[in-house]
């Protein structure tokens, strides 16, 4: 069957604009007195969301600091009382989150701390209403693109104006009631931004500096599961807004003369996204580099699609220093694909992986084993698909379940379809086919340390073949030996995971319910000798990590290494797709 | 103290002619399991290989589990064996391709 026949007819997927005028960052109001602002998030991967929010406010007069989040109350409460900020921002990445970050607050609030409370992030801007309802200690919510917003609310503060008429602003109104403002409107051109406050980062005392830079915001791919076109379409402006090359480029070069920043990670949700002028742009930020005199001084990673690799635009982007890419392949099943709204089939991505391996580049990749509509014919293709892609050992195979996430297609069709389950902050589902689900909680069961924590053999193992394959001359140490050994290890870690997987997949394929649930000797079992495989391997890339690091002094090592710049905190599980793990 | 537990030249020389007769029944030379990097006397790639002819198995006397778990455990050899015959391969198509 052509694939085209479920693409929507009439709907492309360059960029495209909408109707919105762009604005400019506002200045400080001079009848306003200073703010002092607090902002609180996840420091991972610099989260330059928070940094340009920084250094916007801090831009136009006001003074913001960063705060790394804790679950703990009094982390904050001591400095809060030390500063006295007027405003403490909290940037909720995760959906599921929210109740923790509600108990923060609901504490500062307890403890007597006055200032003003905002929230920002991709659930706050489209759920604002359940979080104002569910956290009564926070005082407003800035919806999408934050820096226009956040500097408007703080000029009304500071002069003490009723912010409350401000576009782009959720808010609890006296009688008690949530009301939402109309949005503010969109900084089209980014450029026009200050680059973000990097200040605090430490990247001089760590010794493989790594920064992450953003080219360009949104994505115009309207893929199921993900709530970046939402994001994007319901703020209007384009879907996706590029800044100008040059621009990037000195940002890059700047880290680098001046942070010994040698290592770069692209943030763009799809660097290659919005056809040949996407791509034309992509190339002049890599010609640029190369031209720089830093080539060779200087690698990147980017994130795309597997249907935007092709050898012309990786050679040009390899001559500018790409070393590593990661790609949204998230099924290698066709039907998978289509409910996904991938519009892609798995030999696109068995292709990609071709032209990369030839290319000698690291990837890695995200990839949901099972989906909403997945059925066991879905799931054994999944598993075959992942041997024929990466068996080899090129990259490590890692697996979840897609999670219906607010602002997604797939959270409005299951909706639709009465099977949204779960909680606000916590959506789930449950399978079509009740055996999934007992397949599905033996699957975390069996690869939860595997697949989702820092100790795991994902995480160790992206970590150590982005390494070996690290393409900066005068600092890789990984032999052509060495990176073929580490290969070796990665092709046991994945052949070992599919085999478990299809050995339960048939198991709980034959087996009733019942005596599933009645004998769970044989699910036992393939737990257990998958954690002594992880095991053995842990320990071989122990072994592997002496050798390729006999004195330590390079790279931190597997376990607490490449944190900087590869990480899977243990709060990202939920986002990797295990949320249900508890349900039970 | 330190002289009794160390080996004595005698001992050392009984391990030798242990090792020796052991050599002569496999037809090859015994090493220590290598580091990856290729250390212990080098000379073969560690794979599991039984010293001998096993003994006969009478697998009746295992339950389903052990012969499910024996099973598992075959295979994670399989796996092994295969990812290690394609580094093999690939290492030796580089040499052919040098050569």
């Known amino acids: 069957m052509a694939l085209h026949r479920y693409w929507p007819r009439g709907r492309g997927v360059n960029v495209r604009d909408l109707n919105s005028e762009s604005v400019r960052l506002p200045s400080i109001d001079p009848r306003a007195c200073k703010q002092r602002v607090l902002l609180i998030g996840f420091q991972d991967q610099d989260n330059l969301g928070l940094r340009y929010l920084m250094s916007a406010v801090n831009t136009v007069g006001h003074a913001a600091e960063i705060m790394t989040y804790r679950s703990d109350p009094d982390f904050f409460l001591q400095r809060i009382q030390q500063e006295k900020p007027d405003v403490v921002g909290f940037s909720l990445i995760f959906q599921y989150m929210a109740p923790e970050f509600g108990r923060v607050i609901q504490a500062l609030r307890e403890a007597g701390v006055t200032a003003h409370f905002t929230m920002g992030g991709h659930y706050a801007s489209f759920e604002p209403a359940e979080i104002l309802r569910r956290i009564p200690g926070l005082d407003s919510v800035v919806r999408f693109d934050g820096e226009v917003t956040l500097v408007n609310l703080l000029n009304y503060l500071g002069k003490g104006a009723d912010y409350r008429s401000l576009p782009g602003l959720a808010f609890r109104s006296a009688s008690g009631e949530i009301q939402k403002q109309p949005l503010a409107k969109v900084v089209e051109n980014l450029d026009d931004l200050p680059l973000p406050d990097r200040r605090s980062i430490d990247y001089e005392g760590h010794p493989m500096p790594t920064a992450s830079i953003l080219g360009s915001r949104g994505c115009p791919w309207d893929c199921s599961f993900c709530s970046i076109r939402p994001f994007y379409e319901e703020q209007g402006g384009p879907l996706r807004r590029l800044r100008a090359p040059k621009a990037v480029v000195d940002e890059m070069l700047d880290l680098h003369r001046n942070r010994t920043v040698p290592i770069f990670l692209f943030q763009d949700d799809d660097f290659l996204a919005g056809g040949k002028n996407a791509k034309r742009w992509a190339m002049e930020i890599a010609d640029l580099l190369a031209q720089s005199g830093y080539a060779g001084e200087v690698a990147f990673k980017i994130s795309c699609r597997s249907d935007e690799i092709d050898a012309e635009i990786l050679n040009c982007l390899m001559a500018g220093g790409l070393t590593h890419v990661y790609m949204g392949v998230e099924s290698g099943d066709e039907e998978g694909l289509i409910n996904m709204s991938k519009r892609i089939v798995p030999e696109t991505h068995l292709r990609a992986g071709r032209i990369l391996k030839e290319a000698g580049l690291s990837f890695d990749f995200g990839f949901m084993l099972l989906d909403p509509y997945s059925t066991f014919r879905s799931v054994r293709q999944n598993i075959a698909f992942l041997e024929a892609f990466i068996g080899d050992g090129w990259a490590v195979a890692p697996f979840c379940r897609m999670l219906p996430y607010a602002g997604t297609p797939i959270e409005r069709r299951l909706q639709a379809e009465g099977r949204l389950l779960g909680t606000q902050f916590e959506p789930d589902y449950n399978f079509l086919d009740p055996k999934l689900d007992v397949f599905y909680d033996w699957m975390i069961r069996a690869f939860y340390e595997r697949n989702f924590t820092n100790q795991g053999l994902c995480h160790l193992l992206r970590g150590l073949l982005f390494e070996a394959h690290l393409r900066l001359p005068g600092r890789s140490r990984v032999t052509e030996s060495q990176r073929a050994y580490l290969h070796y290890l990665t092709a046991i870690c994945n052949r070992t995971a599919c085999y478990t997987l299809r050995c339960a997949v048939d198991h709980i394929e034959s087996t009733s319910l019942e005596d599933l649930a009645k004998d769970p000797a044989f699910l036992d079992g393939l737990v257990a000798h998958e954690r002594i495989e992880e095991t053995r391997l842990v320990n071989q890339l122990a072994q592997y990590y002496d050798w390729v690091h006999p004195d330590h002094d390079a790279i931190p090592g597997p376990v607490g290494g490449f944190d900087k710049s590869w990480t899977f905190h243990e709060g990202d599980r939920e986002a990797a797709g295990i949320g249900a793990a508890q349900r039970a | ?99």
Do not use: C, Y
């Open chain 2, 1 to 99: 103290m330190e002289e009794k537990s160390m080996a004595t030249a005698d001992d050392i020389k009984k391990l030798q002619d242990r090792v020796s007769r052991l050599e002569s029944a496999v037809g090859a030379a015994i090493v220590d399991p290598a580091g990856p990097w290729g250390g212990g006397g080098g000379g073969v790639i560690p794979v599991h290989r039984p010293v001998g002819d096993p003994a006969p198995i009478d697998v009746s006397r295992f339950s389903a589990a052990q012969l499910q778990s024996s099973l598992h455990s075959i295979n994670a050899e399989k796996t092994r064996l295969a990812a290690m015959e394609g580094l093999v391969n690939q290492e030796l198509e580089k040499r052919k391709a040098k050569s």
